[in-house]
């Protein structure tokens, strides 16, 4: 079957805006208790949520609003892979809960959590800048 008709008109940032302006605080969770149940029926769309790259200033002038903004995801990834090798504080990816999860997969015993008196200490990574 061949498909002749043409298509959709683009939606137009304010458009955009408006449909999704109730989905401001929908919970994102998969949780049953707490997923709210949209109706795309009823919407007249198909949104689920607003991301948050709406909330950039220059959002709406963007020609297509679809892509991800890659000067932020740069700057977000480099901010993480600096903030683990220079170990700074909140800013690793290197999380506690990564550590005894190591151990209860029994690999890399180097970087298990030591218990020095009532602390538990992670061992420095072979990555990471004293």
């Known amino acids: 079957m061949t498909e002749n ?12 805006l408006f449909q999704v302006q109730d989905l401001e605080n929908t919970p994102l969770s998969r949780a049953p208790h707490k997923k709210l ?3 795309h029926e009823l919407r007249g769309d198909n949104w689920n949520r607003k991301s948050i790259f709406f909330k950039l200033p ?3 002038f963007l020609l297509f609003r679809h ?4 000067m932020h995801i740069e700057k977000n990834v480099c901010d993480i892979v600096l903030g ?7 800013k690793k990816k290197d999380a506690i809960k990564s550590h005894p999860d190591l151990q209860a997969m ?4 180097e970087l298990h959590p030591v218990l020095k008196g009532s ?12």
């Open 58 to 60: 220059y959002w709406r």
């Open 119 to 130: 602390k538990i200490e992670l061992p420095p990574t072979s990555y990471s800048l004293s």
């Open 84 to 90: 683990t090798i220079m170990n700074m504080k909140g």
């Open 67 to 70: 892509n991800l903004d890659v």
């Open 106 to 109: 029994q690999i890399r015993p």
């Open 37 to 39: 149940k949209i109706s």
């Open 5 to 16: 008709s043409t298509p959709p008109k683009p939606l137009s940032s304010d458009d955009v």
